[in-house]
């Protein structure tokens, strides 16, 4: 069974950092492209970043580009964020999300929750001082 769990989240001050995971299973990750989502109280879901399949190509929100990295390790099955340079308006609950397809290979997929699959239950990212 398909399942991707995200973890890493927790209360941070602003300014600081936080890696988070997102770890899968039940498939092979060489042929899903990734997403990072993320839910304010309040408000809809967004998208944050998203990585191609081969890991080659990345797509990041305007409001997180220069502070957020995704990276992926297929062989571990994982998908990671690194976010930097953390703002209070960067608090949510974070998911990840994976959508198969051969054309994710060289380019990631849109920042549209549209275009997934499959959800993780989400990790809490809380920004404050």
């Known amino acids: 069974q398909l399942q991707l769990v995200e973890s890493g989240g927790g209360l941070v001050q602003p300014g600081g950092s936080l890696r988070l995971s997102c770890a899968t299973s039940?498939?092979?990750?060489?042929?899903?492209?990734i997403g990072w989502f993320r839910q304010a109280p309040e408000k809809e879901r967004e998208g944050v970043s998203s990585i191609s399949s081969s890991g080659g190509s990345t797509n990041y929100a305007d409001s997180v580009k220069g502070r957020f990295t995704i990276s992926r390790d297929n062989a571990k099955n994982t998908v990671y964020l690194q976010m930097n340079g953390l703002k209070p308006e960067d608090t949510g609950v974070y998911y990840c999300?994976?959508?198969?397809?051969?054309?994710?290979?060289?380019?990631?997929?849109?920042?549209?929750?549209?275009?997934?699959?499959?959800w993780g239950q989400g990790t809490q990212v809380t920004v404050s001082s």
């Open positions: 999300a994976s959508t198969l397809g051969s054309r994710w290979y060289l380019h990631p997929p849109q920042l549209r929750a549209d275009e997934y699959d499959h």
């Open positions: 039940g498939f092979s990750l060489d042929y899903y492209g």
